[in-house]
């Protein structure tokens, strides 16, 4: 569905993408994370026609978006950060609107109307003005618009912002909902969200593609070795120096408590030391209660690729 070959995007001497690659799938879900301003708006510009490139081929669909922008433009359904709206319109009147412009035959514009309102939550909003909508009712007029022509690929540039926990979660089961009959590229910066929604991930910094893989993957090439976290009831300066003997470990950090001690040990590759932690612990007479493996987060993840002075290197499916 997109195809990205050495997307690049200069303004004079900066470079705010810099020689992209990657490809999306007919069906997937695929999200796109970054820091602000690593090149994530200026790429989703260009996919959607709002930008041209500097160098390189975009294709959606199989259609140039340099050459065939109508046609892509067509197949796209576009929810920027800041949603633009007529205030002074009511939600009706506005996608009746919007999908005129999009061409929608006359027979499809009331069906259609209908079919988004039931699923961006807006059965009960036809008749409300948009400038007197909260934030997040706007936000699910956005995303009705960019849904009205039923286009087969949605790119969506924060679709949560402003929703409410419940508003949140309906958006995020919509936006599950949509495949296989729509591709999704989904841009935000709510990891949780990206880690229930989608199913392959590309992240990107200072303009170049740095993973594109799933996030399970992503957090076992990225996690090193096991993490492990214990509690255990004895002295901590003995429990300090039984730990850092174990075979395998690459640190350790320690928090005494009153009674018990918190434990995060972390290895140099893949072992498991739960076996050796409970054996140390039955030497020495402790009390063990806690003893698990402490599973990487794909915030992990993400800041290992992103912080400022991290090596760039590119992990690739």
């Known amino acids: 569905m997109i195809s990205v070959s050495h997307l690049t995007k200069r303004y004079r001497d900066f470079v705010a993408v810099d020689d992209v690659s990657f490809e999306v799938r007919k069906g997937e879900i695929v999200g796109f994370l970054g820091p602000n301003g690593a090149g994530k708006t200026t790429t989703m510009r260009i996919l959607a026609g709002y930008l041209s490139a500097t160098a390189g081929d975009v294709r959606v669909a199989g259609f140039d978006v340099r050459t065939d922008s109508l046609q892509v433009r067509r197949r796209i359904g576009y929810l920027p950060e800041s949603v633009p709206l007529y205030p002074e319109m009511r939600v009706d009147e506005y996608l009746r609107y919007r ?10 514009i009331r069906p259609m109307i209908s079919e988004v309102k039931e699923r961006c939550g807006l059965l009960a ?46 958006v995020r089961e919509l936006i599950r909902s949509l495949a296989p009959r729509h ?13 229930r929604t989608c199913k392959r991930l590309l992240i990107i910094k200072e303009g170049r593609i740095v993973a594109a893989d799933t996030p399970e993957n992503l957090k076992n090439q990225l996690g090193g070795g096991n993490r492990i976290r214990a509690q255990i009831k004895g002295p901590a300066k003995d429990v300090e120096r039984e730990l850092s003997a174990l075979p395998h470990v690459q640190r350790f950090h320690l928090q ?14 893949e072992v498991d030391l739960r076996p050796n932690i409970f054996a140390l612990t039955v030497r020495n007479g402790w009390e063990l209660r806690e003893l698990r493996l402490d599973n990487r987060s794909l915030e992990d993840v993400y800041i290992g690729l992103t912080r400022n002075g991290a090596a760039a290197t590119e992990i690739q499916p």
Not at 183 to 195: A, D, F, K, N, Y
Not at 256 to 269: A, I, K, N, Q
């Open 99 to 108: 999908a005129k412009i999009k061409r929608l035959p006359a027979r499809r």
């Open 256 to 269: 005494p408590g009153t009674v018990w001690t918190d434990c995060l040990v972390e290895t140099v590759r």
């Open 125 to 170: 909003m036809g008749r409300h003005v948009i400038g007197r909508l909260s934030r997040g009712y706007r936000q699910r007029v956005g995303l009705a618009d960019a849904l009205i022509h039923d286009p087969e690929l949605l790119i969506l540039d924060e679709p949560t912002l402003g929703l409410d926990p419940n508003q949140n979660r309906h």
């Open 183 to 195: 591709t999704v590229l989904l841009c935000t910066h709510i990891l949780p969200e990206v880690e």
